[in-house]
Structure formats: C-alpha cells, structure tokens
C-alpha cells in the first residue's frame, strides 16, 4: 500500500469518526451539526499529515508544534459557540468540537484504534448519558416577551417571582418587548416551559433560549 492510499485512508477515517458525533449534535438541534465537526476533524488530520510528512527534509522541525497549534486553535471556534447574545451557552457542543479535533489528530497519525474508541467514548458520554443523568438544581434561559400593553408584562414579570434575576423594558412603535434572564428548574421540560410561558395572560411569547 502506497504513502497516499495510506494517508488518504486517514483522512477519510478523521471525517467518518467526526461524522458520527456531528450527527448526535444535529439530531439534537445544537449548534454544531455534521459539516461542522467533519471540517474540524479532516483539518486536525490534514495539519497532523502535514507535521508528518511535509516538512521531512527539515532535521530540526518539531512535529508536536503543528498539534499544540491545533489544541489552541480550536479554542477560538469554540469560544464562538459558547458566547451567543451574552449568554454562555453550548459548552457541551464546544467540548465535543475540541474532542473531534484530537480524534483527527489522531486519525491523521494513523492511530485508528485511539480514534475509534475516543469517539466510541464520545457517543457514550453525549447520547447514552443524556437518558441517565439526573435532572437537578436550575439552569439559565432568556425569554423574549412582547405585548401591546407594557402594564400586562410588568404582572406577567411579577407573576414569574424568583425565577427572573434580570430584565430589560423597550418600546418600539406601538409594541413593547421585555427581555428576561430566568432560572428555571432543570427538571422542568421545555414542553411544559413552553406551555406556562405561553399561558401567560395579555403577552405573546417570542422566544426562549
């Protein structure tokens, strides 16, 4: 078997180990889907082929410099994930990007049975452990109320007590909108979220992050 078959097979197992954990992303609507995690893992290969075999007539080049890059590289992607409208959120999502970018690294130094198992693992600790970890304690959302009547979001506001920590009242023509910072109860669905925030009187819900 040829160096290019070889480094070709690497390449393509980097984005087929990637692709797996994309689509766990994609199916549960988070921010980084497939495409997103195939293009981190067949870049952490390629750059992992390049510290091998690019550079091979230079005696003093450190190959471990190009995977440190990597590691810190991907933090600003992931960083980006993370930040959204003020709000940290998706920091399963960033994680699992700077996991897929080690199981390219991986992949592209022909360490396929690391590679495998690391996104075996992976798939263990996003799917399987999404169905036994106990919902406890409280976790952040932001909710976007609007109405044409700013009396009826004061009382909808009042009617949350506790949960709101912060708000923010604008007027826009003839509309007003109220921006909530709330703690909500993990064990709480979104479905039953959804449908309390939507029963509240005089307001129309618009969005809930």
Sequence with gaps: MTLELVLCIRLVASGLFAMVIGYEREHRSKGAGIRTHVLVALGSALFMIISQYA???ASRFD???VAAGVVSGIGFLGGGIIMKNRHVTGLTTAAGLWVTAAIGMA???GMFIMAGLCTFLVLICLEAMHFITIRTGERDIAVTLTSVD?????QAMDSLGKE????????????YKMELEM???KRESRIDLLTRLNSLPGVQLESVE
Excluded: N
């Design 55 to 57: 550079f091979g007539e």
């Design 63 to 65: 190959a471990s410099r």
């Design 107 to 109: 992949a592209g130094a």
């Design 150 to 154: 700013d009396k009826a979001l004061i």
């Design 164 to 175: 709101v920590q912060h708000c923010s009242l604008s007027h826009h023509a003839d509309l």
């Design 183 to 185: 703690l909500v109860k």
